[in-house]
Every structure is written in C-alpha cells, then in structure tokens.
C-alpha cells in the first residue's frame, strides 16, 4: 500500500478494525501458508502483540499468538479493556479497510491463467465425483474473456463451492437429494449471491462488487442450492 493510497482511509473504531481482521484471518486461514495479521493491542494496563487468530463476538474476546524458540503463547484479550489497536502484515488487505474507495488488486502471483483455472476446475470435479459418488460438471461461465481480477475471483469461487459441496456430501440427505437433482453447476460472476435450478444444471452467481467480502459463506451458499432441491 502506498501513501496516497493511506490517506483514502476512513476512520473505523476498534469494533469495526477487530471484526475486518476476523476476515482477513479467515481468508489467509484457508491459504497453503497463512499470513495471518500482525496485532498490537494495548489495555488500560498494558499492551500485547502477536498474530491475530480468532475473535468471539458471543464472549468479546480476540486470541492472539506467537511462537518463540518454538514455545507457542497464546494472549486472550477482553475487547472491552482495549483502547487502542494497531495492524501490520495486511498490506494487500486495504481494501478492506476502505470499504469501497480503495479498489482490490490481487497480487500477480495470486492470479491464474484460464489454463490453469480449467486444471483447478478438472481436480475439483474429481473431488466431488469422490465423494457425492456421481460426476458432476463444473463451468465457469463467462461471454467475453475473463481479466485478471475475474480469473482470481473465479479461483476463489472454487474453493468456495469445494467447501460448500463437501458440506453437503457429508450430509446423507443433502448429498441425496443434490446427486439426485445436480449433473453441472455453472458459476458466474455478478451483483448478488444466488443459486438457480435448470432442469439439472444449478446455476451460482456471486457477488464480487466489494471483492470476497461480497462472498456468501459456505453454509448460506448452501442454503441458497438446498433451496432449489
């Protein structure tokens, strides 16, 4: 993130920052090597760092951690007693902390090629086939020739409906009745997260106007496909 880019900051309270850094932590909680972010709190007695890994809205707590000389601590801090925040390790997270004016960029490594995205989408089949006992088609339809924020998307999009459908498999009525009902899902991108029933073809659009965060979970996407079975 450059400077210019930091003064389109809005202010946010302590509430807001914790509740952006949940999500930031769960998006780099499902990557190959997490990233989690760096959190400075300070108390009205004292202040602690470490990696942000969790936050309970239910009992108002956020657990930090850090590892030294292999000897893992573990910090549980009141959000009550918090007075200030400070974040490191988020720089490609901005736009989180934008809401909006700061657009997302994905980073160049992080976006595929429609090679590699029909290899992806190849290996997901053969997941699924395994464990809903039935092939089932993955499309990702697209009109024009997808850019690069698009391909990145549509790579996020099959983790998403991979950890959605496996839900599902593990569901013995769910798995029957989305075998009995589902030959292909087609994905696309667009302004709002829903799942259509054609004939066998279940249709998916999701949202993407404010990035992941537009994203629907894994148990509301499969509320919106159980829906139509």
């Known amino acids: 993130m450059d400077f210019k880019t930091m003064?389109?900051?809005?202010?946010?309270d302590t509430t807001e920052v914790i509740k952006i850094v949940q999500e930031i932590a769960d998006i780099e909680r499902k990557e190959e090597r997490p990233h989690m972010p760096k959190v400075t709190v300070s108390t009205h007695s004292d202040t602690v760092s470490g990696f942000f890994v969790n936050y309970s809205a239910a009992k108002q707590v956020i657990l930090l951690c850090d590892i030294y000389d292999r000897d893992a601590q573990f910090t549980y801090i009141n959000v009550h007693s918090i007075s200030s925040i400070s974040l490191s390790h988020i720089n490609k997270y901005g736009y989180l902390l934008s809401d909006g004016t700061v657009p997302f960029t994905p980073e160049a490594d992080d976006i595929p090629t429609?090679?590699?995205?029909?290899?992806?989408?190849k290996a997901l089949e053969l997941q699924l086939e395994a464990s809903l006992e039935k092939a089932v088609s993955i499309v990702f339809d697209y009109e024009e020739t997808p850019e690069d924020l698009d391909k990145y998307y549509a790579s996020k999009i099959l983790v998403l409906i991979k950890e959605t459908i496996s839900k599902m498999a593990a569901d013995h009525l769910a798995k029957a009745a989305f075998t009995a009902s589902i030959s292909t899902v087609y994905f696309t991108l667009g302004t709002a997260n829903t799942a259509t029933l054609e004939g066998d073809a279940l249709r998916i659009n999701i949202h993407t106007s404010k990035g992941v965060k537009s994203f629907p979970k894994a148990e509301k996407l499969q509320e919106l496909i159980e829906n139509n079975l």
């Open 7 to 12: 003064l389109q900051l809005p202010v946010l």
């Open 114 to 121: 429609l090679l590699q995205l029909k290899k992806e989408i």
